[in-house]
């Protein structure tokens, strides 16, 4: 199957052709003929919140994000509010209880503000399932259609590190705004920053890391794309480890952290606290434009992770890096990393995190041929990490 054929309605909505979704997040060729569990792409971030009406206008108004669906009360559904906003290729669910046995309330008691849902477009959800079920997956929502006046989607979904699943979406069958109960709506709003998903980190506790990409490798059949232990990923204080797992053509793409032995307690540890166990830690936002993406969510009151003034005089980096397409000032101005490998560099930014709790955060990415993740940035980003945690009394 040739590439083009696997075009996802959102990347065709945003009217993303194949060269800006390689520059934008490193997709390769790849025939998913050969999958036994085909991946077309990301379908939905589905998140559960403490207020899903200000969350919503946090996203149309800060980042950008366009309002195009919602369920509620005014639709019929007694139970939640639900805000279905979309950037680029990107889509966001938002959800917040309403009814107060809500199991969302629930949920939000014990985890706070994050991601429960990293929902896949797939071509065949039964293959899929059929596929995840042989190889030991726990399916916690059968293949099962849903319709209305748009059509007919089939869905089903497979649990995966604490209470995060992966909802399998075919939405071939179907041109209604999200999914049938819900609604086309829309809002004024702001000018976006980005266009796409690059990736989604996953943190799991001491000891399952390997579990995980285990699971990914035989019930989906990711590949590993890298893996950063040791010095790799250590401060003079913390360390963590990370293997990174994907889909055959990179779209989908699951980096997954554990902790491991420090002098103190690292970012992974703080994080399963108050997180209440394994979860999404952060998702990687694609953009062509980093620069003018971090002035403009500066100004909309955004906070980013501060880098040091010695990370961009420091010669090794300097060396390393080569030309980039601004002077290294215009990065130092606005703290935004840069790493280089074999295939090219990469532009990056960290948000401090977005809710009460120390937990899930952006990043910003912006690709020029490099397939990594900013190896040679570690250092710098978990230093500056750190600083935050001793700040919050939590080092």
Partial sequence: MSIDQTLTGQERLAELDLDQLRRLVGLVEHDTDRDP?????????VWVVGNAT?????????????LVAYSGPETGNRDHHAY??????????????VDPDSPLLDHHRRHGDGVVDVALEVPDVDRCVAHARAQGATVVREPHDVSDEHGTVRLAAIATYGRTRHTLVDRSRYTGPYLPGFVARSAPGVPPVFQALDHVVGNVELGQMDRWVDFYHRVMGFTD?????????ATDYSALMS??????????????????????RSQIDEYLQF??????????LATTDILGAVDTLRARGVEFLPTPDSYYSDPELRARIGEVRVPVEELRSRGILVDRDEDGY??????????????????????HGSLGFGIGNFRALFEAIEREQERRGNF
């Fill in 243 to 264: 293997k990174v797992v994907a889909s055959g053509d990179h779209r989908v793409k699951f980096p997954l952290n554990e902790p491991a032995a420090g002098r103190k």
């Fill in 84 to 97: 279905v906003l979309r950037s680029g290729a990107v889509r966001f669910v938002l959800q917040g209880g």
């Fill in 37 to 45: 569990f085909p991946v077309s792409g990301w379908d939905a971030v």
């Fill in 346 to 367: 990469l532009l990056q930014i960290f948000t401090r995190p977005l809710g009460d709790r120390p937990t899930v955060f952006f990043e910003l990415i912006e690709r």
């Fill in 225 to 233: 794309m890298a893996e950063f232990v040791g010095a790799d990923i």
């Fill in 275 to 284: 997180h209440g166990g394994p979860g999404v830690q952060h998702l990687a």
């Fill in 54 to 66: 200000q969350a919503a206008a946090h996203f149309r108004l800060v980042w950008g994000m366009e």
